[in-house]
């Protein structure tokens, strides 16, 4: 059975004054995904989320909800259809003269009958979750960049939607933050079953969570689609804004961008006679949402920064090349070894992130753990060998299936690794 | 559902004057500000039966308590010194006029007729809009800009209800109440300057203020202040909450624009409507 988008855009055209903004769009937006929207400035992504929310109306086309035209809604089905979305907006719309809490309740005092009590643990619970417990009691001005966005993401979640739309969430944010608000999306997502529309025009950053992409491009869609077949998509657009964003991979990991690894893998193995062997680890922070939950989202970026730098060090050395595959798995290559070679490189490294790298996550992990707190994570890895006419993605699944723990942060109340 | 400035002012493309009919040239100027004007108090007016209409909501209870708070007793202070000054300025120019006719006597009527009738409601009017009026169209202006309004939306609150019905309902009554107060004040005011000072016996004084005043002066300077109160607060939160339309500044400096504008029309309506509400008065 064809899947029924949740929002989709029927030839949408909006100008403004003699301008043309959007020109015919068509898109579909599913159930329980997480939707890109990415373009370059200024290409109309906020424009195109406000006619979700009702804030702009098309000039031509329609905006329908589960087949529905929004423009044709009754004013109860249209209550009911925006109380079920949240928009994150890029600038936060904080209210600047309410504390961070009060701006948190404010929908929950203005749109339901909830008592006061309720109200206060619901709020609580949101900022606890967005690491805003400190701040609470602080108004937006006091807090940093970083913080406001996760206040601004605190209220978009308190009402519980179905339906989230995040107007350039990561924009003006560090790289670590920048992974940690999406890491936050991607857990909540993840936890809530909403569906997320983001726009962006980070595009490295955004492939790890996303499940669909769309591409705006000259006041049209002219891609959507994975992101895997968005790196097929041949266009004029994907060069523009691929070249001038691939950097800011290297920014958190110091690895290979998801693109420029494949490019590396093809040419080097094409290069290989079709019997010689290659193997493949795989890494992973096992548990993330667990590790986020105990340390925060920064914390847990910066473990991941931390695994993905030490591989990078460690696999570079002897030839490997490596990327971040997902928001908290690592690929290596090793084009140049074979299974036996392979595991005595791992197990040499093993030993050496034991020695250097774990100390390192340990000293993090105590610096975010509260004295009480008590949990256990592993870091995993699995190797696997290949040979260039077998499809690597077939053998990066096998060693996924041989994962194993190669380092465990083990709580002895106070935090001791093994 | 709200839409951007440009697309919902029809006013503009209508007006535009067709090249070569000099009809056209000459009546187009006043036709098109005539419709403007005609579309924005069309807009005021459904404003208004919005934002009216909205207050009688549980919800709004502690909105309208603070609204008070900030319109009326923040007011307070500054209302009464210048009642004071007033009844002194009164009291001072009065005694000159009615020595030369050996009616001292009427001072109090003089001054408490002129306070309760006129100056109380207009002045304190005055005062209101520029010390809480200027300051609800920079706050509600700069909400509008910074995309805090549309985030209300977005929320599922009303915009209009959640901002501009607590003003309104906090108008309706701190507006009297402050008018009293400015009444009161003036009145003393008047006594300082034409007993303590120049010598009027105050028995005479406040007798004839007593006497000369009738319940039908009291609720017209109150019906006066109601008026006032509601037109000013509608004005400046009109133009704080449409800023962003404005076709002749962006950001801040609509912001400004709107609060001079605001902060200008309302003093001219407080004089227009008041010899329209005093025509129906006397």
């Known amino acids: 059975m064809e899947k029924q988008p949740i929002i989709e855009f029927k030839g949408v055209t909006k100008r403004f004054d003699v301008r043309t903004i959007l020109e015919k769009v068509d898109f579909q937006i599913y159930e329980g995904e997480v939707t890109t929207l990415i373009g370059l400035s200024g290409t109309g992504k906020s424009v195109t989320l406000k006619h979700i929310i009702g804030l702009l109306k098309p000039d031509e086309g329609q905006v329908l909800y589960r087949g529905q035209p929004i423009n044709q809604m009754s004013k109860k089905e249209w209550n009911a259809y925006i109380g079920q979305i949240s928009y994150m907006f890029q600038n936060n719309a904080l209210f600047d003269s309410m504390t961070i809490f009060e701006n948190v309740a404010l929908p929950l005092r203005q749109t339901t009958n909830l008592g006061k009590k309720e109200i206060a643990q619901k709020v609580m619970a949101s900022i606890e979750q967005t690491e805003l417990t400190e701040v609470f009691d602080k108004y937006p001005s006091e807090l940093s960049g970083g913080m406001q966005k996760r206040a601004a993401l605190a209220r978009a979640l308190v009402t519980d939607p179905s339906l989230v739309l995040f107007d350039e969430p990561t924009t003006g944010q560090d790289p670590i933050r920048k992974n940690a608000i999406l890491g936050m999306v991607a857990e909540y997502q993840n936890r809530f079953g909403f569906t997320a529309l983001l726009i962006s025009h980070e595009i490295p950053d955004v492939y790890f969570i996303s499940n669909r992409i769309l591409a705006l491009y000259d006041k049209k869609i002219v891609f959507q689609g994975t992101p895997d077949e968005f790196e097929e998509f041949e266009h004029p657009f994907r060069e523009e804004i691929l070249t001038s964003l691939e950097s800011l991979q290297e920014d958190i990991t110091g690895l290979y961008s998801k693109r420029h690894f494949k490019v590396r893998y093809q040419t080097d193995l094409s290069k290989r006679h079709p019997d010689a062997m290659y193997a493949v680890a795989i890494f992973a922070l096992e548990e993330i949402d667990l590790v986020s939950e105990n340390l925060g989202h920064d914390a847990t970026q910066e473990i991941i920064r931390a695994l993905g730098s030490y591989i990078n060090k460690h696999f570079g050395a002897v030839g490997g090349f490596s990327a971040r595959q997902t928001i908290n798995e690592y690929a290596t290559v090793l084009p140049y070894s074979d299974l036996e070679e392979a595991e005595r490189i791992m197990e040499d490294f093993k030993r050496d992130f034991l020695a250097h790298g774990l100390p390192n996550i340990q000293t993090l992990v105590e610096g975010e753990k509260a004295a009480d707190d008590c949990f256990e994570f592993n870091i995993l890895a699995g190797l696997a060998q290949g040979k260039p006419q077998i499809e690597i993605e077939s053998v990066m699944e096998f060693a996924r299936f041989n994962q194993k723990p190669i380092a465990r942060f083990q709580c002895q109340r106070g935090g001791k690794t093994q | ?282």
């Not at chain 2, 009554?173 to 009145?187: C, K």
Request: proline share 3%; aromatic share 10%; charged share 10%.
């Open chain 2, 1 to 282: 559902m709200a839409d951007n400035a440009k697309e919902q002012n029809p006013s503009e493309e209508m007006a535009l004057p067709k090249p070569g009919n000099p009809l056209t040239w000459i009546f187009h100027p006043f036709g098109a500000r005539a419709i403007r004007i005609n579309g924005n108090l069309g807009a005021i007016a459904i404003f208004l039966f919005r934002a009216f209409f909205m207050i009688f909501h549980y919800k709004q209870i502690s909105a309208i308590i603070q609204q008070i708070y900030f319109i009326g007793a923040k007011s307070a202070q500054i209302v009464m010194l210048v009642g004071f000054f007033t009844g002194m300025v009164l009291g001072l120019q009065l005694y000159h006029v009615l020595v030369k006719f050996g009616s001292v006597g009427v001072l109090g009527t003089a001054v408490a007729l002129s306070l309760i009738r006129e100056m109380g409601p207009v002045l304190t009017a005055i005062m209101i809009t520029a010390r809480a009026g200027s300051a609800m169209t920079a706050e509600i202006g700069i909400q509008r800009i910074s995309e805090q309004i549309d985030a209300l939306s977005t929320m599922r609150i009303d915009p209009v209800g959640y901002l501009i019905s607590p003003r309104i309902a906090a108008a309706v009554i701190s507006f009297p109440i402050l008018t009293t107060f400015f009444d009161l004040i003036g009145i003393l005011g008047g006594w300082v300057s034409g007993c303590l000072l120049l010598g009027v016996n105050s028995g005479a004084y406040f007798y004839r203020v007593i006497s000369a005043t009738e319940m039908s002066d009291i609720t017209g300077g109150l019906v006066k202040s109601l008026v006032f109160g509601i037109l000013v607060v509608t004005i400046c939160c009109f133009q704080g909450f449409f800023t962003h339309m404005r076709t002749d500044s962006y950001g801040a400096r609509s912001v400004s624009l709107s609060t001079t504008s605001a902060v200008v029309i309302s003093c001219v309506m407080i004089l227009i409507s008041d010899y329209v509400v005093t025509t129906f008065i006397l």
